[in-house]
C-alpha cells in the first residue's frame, strides 16, 4: 500500500526536475546564442598582409568576437588577431586583412564567440618576435 503512495510522488518529483532543466537550458541558450563559423578564402595580397574571408552565424543582437591566424611554411604564426563584429544581421561574411611579420601560406579561423575570451591556441610566434598590429576592428593580443 505504501508503494502505491510513493511511485506517483517520485513521478512527479522526476517531471518537475525534467521541465526546470528543460527551461534552466532555454534560458542558457537565450542567454548564450550559440555562434558558428567557417572560413571561405584567404589571399596572400603581399609577404606583410593576407585577406581572410569567413562567415559567421550569430544572435543578431551581440557582438561577437572572431580569432584569426596565419601562418607560414614551417606552421609558425606570422598573424594574429581578434576582430571584434559588431551586432547586426544572423549571418555575416567577414574579409578582414590581416597583417603579418612574414609570408602567409595558411590562414584559418580558430574560433568566434560572443565573448571575447575563448578556447582557442594562443599566438605561437618565436621567442622575441612581436605580434604584428593589426588595424580596427582588429587587435593583436598583448600577451
Known sequence: MRQRRVAPILIGILIAAVVSGGLAFAN??????????QLLAFEVTSPSQVLVTWEVSR?????????IRAQDIRR???GYAIVEISPGTDYEQV???LTTNGEAVLAQVLGCASSAQMRVPPPDFPPGVKIPEQVAPGVAPTS
Open 95 to 97: 574579409t578582414y586583412p
Open 76 to 78: 609558425t604564426d606570422v
Open 28 to 37: 542558457f541558450r537565450q542567454q548564450n546564442p550559440s555562434v558558428s563559423s
Open 59 to 67: 544572435g543578431s543582437q551581440l557582438p561577437t568576437f572572431c580569432v
